[in-house]
Structure formats: C-alpha cells, structure tokens
C-alpha cells in the first residue's frame, strides 16, 4: 500500500484535532473546579461542563473512527 502526502497530512491534522480536543476538556475542567463555591462548581458541571464535554469526547472519537478508516484497506 502506497501512503500519499495527503494521507500523512490529514492523520497528523487529525492527531493535532485530538490533542486540541483533550487540552479543551482539561480547560473546561480546570475552569469548574477554580470556582468560588461548591453551588457555582456544580452549577458550573451541570450547565456547561457535561454538555460540553459529551460533544468534545463524541468529536474525538469521531476523528479517531476517521483516522482509522483513512488507513484501512477498503
């Protein structure tokens, strides 16, 4: 199997996608935690922290089923 430069460019475009996707996730984390009370820190998780993480993580299990099928041999 021949690997062509457009296939080695969009694995590591989609690699750099992940490793920006999981820097998100640590920033979103992070901010929740950095709140002043307990109240805001479970309101801060209910309202933004979990829908936002459910759309992150299902991006990057995305991009890893992408990646995946670029290398496959269908």
């Known amino acids: 199997m021949t690997t062509g430069i457009s296939q ?7 690699l750099l996608f992940c490793a920006g ?3 998100i996730l640590g920033v979103l984390l992070t901010w929740q935690e ?7 820190r479970r309101h801060r998780l209910l309202r ?3 829908p936002l993480a459910v759309v992150l993580v299902g991006l990057l299990l995305l991009a890893f089923a992408q ?3 670029l290398w496959s041999e269908l």
Do not use: Y
């Open 48 to 50: 933004t922290v979990l």
């Open 34 to 40: 950095r709140a002043p009370s307990p109240d805001t």
């Open 21 to 23: 996707d999981v820097a």
């Open 8 to 14: 080695l460019l969009l694995t590591f475009l989609g």
């Open 67 to 69: 990646i995946m099928l």
